[in-house]
């Protein structure tokens, strides 16, 4: 053993029902639900999940031990999920999922009467936030605190009713406009009263993260816009021991590039550009086809290099780039985004090449297994006694929320290695460096 091992964390048992919320039940959100029960019945499987499929490595290679991490920590059981949520729109989730035409009927008519039990409380929602949403089914109230109140409400009786012993709640709406941190954010104190006085900077999305956090329940969020990733909300985690985790879930093309640019890295290969461009047809895109919307997904998008390829430490090799992101609404795909990426690196000699990523994707199909995920590790995290931000899940997210002053790490080798070095962690076991020394003294 080294000192890295330890006795690890006291991890409360994952028993009783654990209630998902769902603050926007769109096409990621119905994809995960569907997902889930058909995996339930036996029509699926939970491909692209940590929580379900994967292993950790315990020990030496030459130990033999890899158990399922399912095996290894305590887990909330598929079965256990009971799902709930809120939108704008009042569709079940069959309903949702049949507009959002992610998934094709053979796998949506076997599980519609489990589906269109699912039906959205109304939302929090305002259009100034998301402009090119409009829709009938919305609270309406004397000021964000009120709004506040209602969720919360919602959130009890869903709790009573469904004889529910935990929760967790992951954003699945629309992007919203972009925001920058301002003082109403700064502190717990001061967001409190720009509830009670309806201040413009509090965002729906806030209001729902709030009305969790608040509880101690899990919040994370798959959108990229500000949420739960300020001063006041860490602040609220903290003292309600709630885990907290953003942002923007980790999906097609970002999720290509924090796997091929800590590549290029590794081999010191150089880079004069990236150029990414995508179409996408779903909902989600339409709403990006506003700028502000597209804004804070933009920025989200855009930090990805300049973190992993670290040009203040290689300025010959990554002090140029010239790094442009796009996304086009185009009808006709739906949810079957195609992302393109040009790459132009440069070699031995300065010798350019140029790689080309051609990624006919399905945008829900990849976000619906982080949903999963996120809802089980953020639950794991509450039981398991850990608050505030939990950075051993940026391995999900296009923007990791870090402590403030940290860097966010986006290589996802080192964010899988992160992730799985908690898990360890949490049971006392021994930390894998990969130093390999022991196999050869
Ligand atoms: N699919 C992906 O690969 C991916 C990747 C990263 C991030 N995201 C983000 O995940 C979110 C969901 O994506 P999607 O494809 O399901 O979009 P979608 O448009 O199909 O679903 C979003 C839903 O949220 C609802 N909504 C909006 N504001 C709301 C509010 N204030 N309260 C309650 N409901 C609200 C909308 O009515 C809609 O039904 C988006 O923000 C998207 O940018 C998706």
Redesign the pocket.
Known sequence: MTAAAGKGRTIAPAEGKLGVLL?????????FIAGVESIRRGFSKPIGTMSQMGTVRLGKRTDGRSPAIGDFVPLASLEDLVFG?????P?SAYE?AKK?GVLEDRHLEPIKDFMDGIK?WP????PQ??KK?N?PH?KKGKSLRDLADQVSADIAAFKKDNGLDRLVMV??????VYRQESEVHSTLEKFEKGLDDSDPNI???M??AYCAIKEGIPYCN????LSADFPAMVELARKTGSPIGGK?????Q?LMKTILAPGFKARLLGMNGWYSTNILG???????DDPE?FKT?EVSKLGVLEYILQPHLYPELYGDISHVVRINYYPPRG?N?EGWDNIDIFGWMGYPMQIKVDFL?R??I??AP?VLDLAIFSDLAKRAGMSGIQEWLSFYF?SPQTAAGLYPEHDIFIQLMKLKNTLRHLKGEELITHLGLEYYD
């Open positions: 603050p926007g039940m769109g096409a990621v959100a119905t994809t949520g809120w939108d704008v729109f569709d949702a959002a959205p939302a929090v929602f305002d936030y998301v949403l829709g919305v954003w699945c709406g629309s992007t919203e965002l729906p999305s209001i729902y798959g959108a990229p816009n923007d879930f980790k999906t097609g970002t779903n909902r989600d895109g339409e709403v990006l919307s997904k949810d985004k994707c945008d829900s990849l976000a982080i296009k």
